[in-house]
């Protein structure tokens, strides 16, 4: 019925959402950009419903998003969004290693399983239906963690500004407390707990439109080692000054821009960051430090279900003199070379460039009649990869390190597959520039 001519427009007529039960329905018709009485371009109409899908699934609060649309008429139409909405409430039970990744866990501490925390995680991921997330963990073993942390991303009746707050206490038995010139990280254990900390943090977040995001927060550290950790067989730079416990602020500021297909598992889009951290009440001396960090990533559909990513990272901090607790650089978290996970290359300058191929082999539905009222199938997609990746990490105190202050790359080639709620596991063949190859896991998930 509608008619594409150039320059036709669709009014919408009726704008219905379907399938909720805990999730608040304005949650929902917020995140959709165009409104009950919109006109649209009938020429763009189907960008248009695929972004709004997009956007409502990546609130996470859905197993299933789709937008049906109806023609009234040459000028009307009605749109129908239907629902699936996940399990929100997760008492887990926790099995955690203790190590930066597996392949450390695995092939470093050969699997023990001396080094895993146990305990039980409750996380409620909608809690009031306004996408309000309670997290409790309360984790024994190899570490104790006991923290709690609340986040009400809708707390304005605008529904454009946010809240978060969180606490908790951390001991651990072994403590990270130099690199070595191999780019190892070397431990300090013993029986008893040798760090304990308390912390606590607060902020509050702007969303006023719907691909920018910005964060403020404050959050309060105590931390103290064992009296050992700062001798001179170890490391008096721990703290940078010859004590054994430090109370520091530190202050964050956060720009993120997101326009992404899918925010877990992207093959579409951009997304990207600036931030500026403050640590310390000064500027030098001690363990004050000012740290200023950018990224973008860019994700892009190259047809014929091939797809390419670029990545790019890039972090400084000054002053340059550097407490060993504050000179966090590659090998860490998902700022690592794919095929150098078993090393850190501490740094005050560091930049990364990770780029990936990969093409989409198969996607199917297994059938899941356990549960009916959550999921009735599994699905799976599985794409392979082949990757490549340049880091660098500056370093004036490790210039000894071989992998500091030099460029370092690595790359190789993968199997990626992803199910429901966003777990994806990532198998990696990997090399690097010393030599080495292996195979890598990884994994994560949306929940």
């Known amino acids: 019925l509608l008619d594409a001519g150039a320059g036709k427009k669709v009014c919408i007529k009726e704008l219905t959402v379907t399938g909720t039960k805990k999730t608040k329905l304005y949650i929902v018709y917020r995140e959709i950009h165009f409104k009950k009485g919109d006109s649209l371009l009938i020429a763009d109409l189907q960008k248009e419903l695929e972004q709004a899908r997009f956007q409502v699934y990546n609130t996470s609060l859905f197993n299933e998003v789709i937008f049906k649309l109806v023609a009234v008429d040459s000028a009307n139409a009605d ?108 431990f300090y254990k013993k029986d008893d707990f040798t760090r304990n900390t308390v912390y606590g943090t607060a902020g509050f977040t702007i969303r006023k439109g719907l691909f920018k995001k910005q964060l403020f927060s404050v959050s309060y550290t105590h931390q103290r080692v064992d009296d050992s950790i700062i001798n001179l067989k170890y ?20 720009l993120q821009y997101s326009k992404l297909n899918n925010n877990s598992y992207p093959l579409t889009g951009k997304s990207g960051f600036v931030s500026l951290q403050k640590r310390g009440l000064g500027f030098t001396g001690g363990i004050n430090m000012l740290t200023l960090e950018a990224g973008l990533n860019k994700y892009t559909d190259l047809g014929k279900n091939w797809y390419s990513i670029i990545q790019l990272n890039g972090k400084i901090k000054l002053p340059f003199e550097q407490a060993y607790v504050n000179q966090r650089g590659l090998g860490y978290g998902e700022n690592y070379l794919r095929g150098l996970e ?106």
């Open 79 to 186: 749109i129908t969004v239907q629902l699936v909405e996940r399990w929100y409430f997760y008492p887990v039970p926790q099995f955690q290693l203790i190590d930066r990744n597996f392949n450390d866990w695995y092939k470093t501490h050969k699997a023990s399983f001396d080094r895993v925390n146990y305990g039980i995680k409750f996380v409620h991921y909608n809690l009031s239906g306004r996408r309000d997330q309670l997290r409790l963990f309360l984790i024994n073993g190899y570490t104790r963690n006991i923290s709690f942390s609340y986040n009400n991303p809708y707390s304005s009746s605008s529904l454009n500004e946010g809240f978060f707050i969180g606490a908790g206490y951390a001991q651990n038995r072994e403590i990270a407390f130099r690199t070595d010139s191999s780019n190892r990280t070397l």
């Open 342 to 447: 078993y090393y850190v290359i501490d740094g005050v300058v560091t930049g990364l460039v990770k780029t990936t191929l990969k093409k989409k082999i198969i996607s199917f539905n297994v059938p899941f009649p356990f549960f009916p009222k959550l999921f009735t199938k599994i699905p799976f997609t599985m794409f392979v990869k082949t990757y490549a990746d340049v880091g660098y990490a500056y370093n004036k105190k490790d210039s000894y390190a071989r992998l500091n202050n030099r460029l370092l790359y690595s790359g190789g080639f993968g199997i990626d597959i992803l199910t429901l709620y966003d777990i994806n596991l990532r198998f990696e063949y990997s090399f690097n520039q010393l030599g080495e190859n292996g195979l890598f896991l990884h994994n994560q998930s949306g929940f």
């Open 235 to 254: 490391n008096p730079n721990y703290f940078k000054d010859p004590v054994h416990s430090k109370d520091f602020i530190d202050f964050n500021y956060v």
